[in-house]
Each structure stands twice: as C-alpha cells, then as structure tokens.
C-alpha cells in the first residue's frame, strides 16, 4: 500500500470536554501512524501546553474566525499530502485512516468524505435528533450523511469528515470565506467549477459524530442551515439548485396558503391533501423506523422533530431568499440613481 502523510485539521472556539476525552483520544488509538493533527482555537489556553506534551503529533495555532478561516490557517502549516477535515465532537475509529490510504491508493480521489455516525452510548436527544436525520422522510436523499450506504459521487458534504488532497486544495485557494455553516458547500462548489472534480464517498471511511444535545442547539442549527441555503440558492450556487432544498420552503408557503383560506373563507377539502400526504409518510417513517428496531423513543421523538426541522429550515430559507432578494433590489435601485446622466 501506498504510504501517504495526512494533516488533521480541526477548528474550535475553544478547548472543549470532547476534544480532551473523545476526539484526541481516538486518535491515539489509530493504527495508522502517518499523520499530524492541528487544532485552531481562538485563544490560547491552560491545556495547550498538557495537550501538546502527550501528544507528539498534535499542534495547537490559535487564531480568531469562523471554521472556514480556520481550516485556512490550519492547512497552511499543514505537512500532509491530504488534508483532513473533522468537527471537534468526533470520534475516529481505529481503521479511519488506514481505510483512507487504501481509498486513496485505488482509486486516487481528490476529495474523500463518510458518514459521521451517532457514538452508541450519546443521550437520548441526540438519538432522537439523529433518527430524525437518518429517516428518508427528514433528510430525502442525503441520509448517506449520517449512516453507512454505498459508495458514490457526491457535489456536497459537510466537512466534519472531509478529506482533500492538498495540492488541488491549495490550487483553488482552500476554503477563503467567512460564511458559516456553509463554508464546506462553497468549497466544493468552486472545487468543481475550477476542476469538474467531485467527491468520492466511501462509507469506510466512516466516523462517530455527536448530534445536538439540547433542543435550542439543534433549533439554532437548522436556522442557520436554513439561512445559509436560501442564501446560497439565491446567489445561484449549483450546490444549493436542487429541488430538496426548496421543499420545506415550499411546504411553509403551502401551509401559509392554508391557513389564510381556514381564516378568510370556508374550508377546502382539496387543499388539505398535501397535508394529509405529509402526515401519512410520517407515519410510515414511525412504523419504518420501529421495523429496524429504532428505540421507541427515538422513533417517536423523530416524528415531532421531522416537521419541526422541515419548518424552521423553511421558514429561514425563505426569509434569507427574500432578504438576499431586497439587498439586491436596493442596490440596483441606488447604482441607477447614483449612475451619470447620458450625454447627447
């Protein structure tokens, strides 16, 4: 097999409870031994000095942004030849990066990503709020995000396990944005705009990866991811195009449109049968996910999460979409006015 050098870049605001007895832990346990890890926290803190002396392949640059410029900065001192990008909230197994380099040898990917799977032992909100991800009827076709199916191409994927051949990374100037969440999808966006290349998943290359552990966390998520994504559509990004993602949008000004004629005029039956759809595949995604011996209630907390989540996203979406929309408006507006007067 061939031999390959990978820098692991995390980005945190601060030294947290996951990182010193989870993530870095983990990674000792490796058995593939090739590799460093860069941690890039705002500010310097009391375990760097600890943290730096246990571990001889671990080095901690402290610098202020969101992740995007972070994994920036981390890359830029980077050793590797392949650069691997991980939450801080994560947990590698021992083959991940032997499981990688074999990827790597066979196939020569440029970008490598697998799913980030819920740790057995998280509480009972993550385990709801994962069963909600990992349900078709709360993720549509990107469940392969959160559990393991077969490999494929794929234009996008969050960088909580993101791997990058540094050369290609550093040819299309590595991440080189303040926007977050998102900074991933603008990534691989201009990665394939710039090269036509995709990336490869590989359900081996799989992680454990923690979900929310509070209900205002994963409210708080979902609004942003519905603000990055109406954001991102409306600039056009090809990412951001498809159908999916204006779903829950549509859903919103669906139930908008319902709820104006149940105030202004008589019920119409017909209009409540997209409803009554929704509501059957909610209960075939409880009974679906009873049959594969999903904890009952993970399964049941799953069903009131689902549309919340389709709700918040949509609501969001649409807010930044018109928000985005008007920004635009005003500036052509003012250009006009500010703009000479043609001479004769």
């Known amino acids: 097999m061939k031999s390959y050098f990978f820098t692991i870049v995390i980005p945190v605001r601060e030294i947290n409870e996951y990182l010193l007895h989870e993530t870095l832990p983990s990674l000792t346990n490796l058995n ?46 980077a050793k590797g ?23 790597f040898a066979k196939y020569n990917p440029k970008i490598l990503c697998g799913p980030g799977i819920l740790p057995p032992f998280a509480s009972t909100l993550e385990h709801i709020f994962d069963t909600a991800l990992s349900s078709p009827v709360g993720s549509g076709g990107y469940t392969y995000r959160f559990t ?56 081996d290359v799989w992680i454990y990866h923690h979900r929310k552990a509070t209900i205002k966390g994963y409210i708080a998520q979902h609004i942003r991811y519905g603000t990055m ?3 991102f559509a409306f600039e056009n990004d090809e990412n951001s195009q498809r159908l999916i993602y204006y779903l829950p949008a549509a859903f919103v000004m669906y139930l908008s449109v319902l709820l104006l004629v149940n105030l202004f005029s008589q019920p119409i039956l017909w209009l409540y049968i997209p409803l009554w759809l929704y509501c059957i595949m909610l209960n075939l995604a409880y009974l679906h996910l009873i049959w594969i011996k999903r904890p009952f209630i993970a399964a049941l907390g799953a069903i009131v999460v689902i549309p919340l989540t389709h709700i918040l996203y949509g609501v969001f979406f649409i807010k930044s979409y018109l928000t985005m929309a008007f920004q ?8 006009r006015k500010v703009a000479p007067s043609e001479t004769v």
């Open 32 to 77: 593939y031994k090739d590799f460093e890890t860069i941690i890039v926290p705002d500010t310097v803190s009391a375990y760097d000095e600890e943290l730096t002396n246990t571990y001889s392949w671990l080095r901690i640059i402290p610098a202020e942004g969101p992740p995007g410029i972070k994994r920036d900065i981390g890359a830029s001192y």
């Open 81 to 103: 030849e392949i650069l691997s990008f991980v939450d801080d909230d994560v947990i590698l197994p021992p083959d991940w990066l032997t499981n990688a380099a074999n990827i």
């Open 148 to 203: 393991k199916q077969s490999s494929r191409m794929v234009e996008d994927f969050p960088a909580m396990n993101l791997m990058i051949q540094k050369s290609i990374f550093d040819e299309v100037g590595g991440f080189q944005t303040p926007v977050w969440p998102g900074e991933d999808s603008k990534l691989l966006h201009r990665l394939y705009l710039l090269t036509k290349e995709r990336s490869l998943y590989h359900p």
């Open 229 to 231: 994504r109406g954001t």
């Open 328 to 335: 635009n408006l005003k500036s052509n507006i003012s250009a």
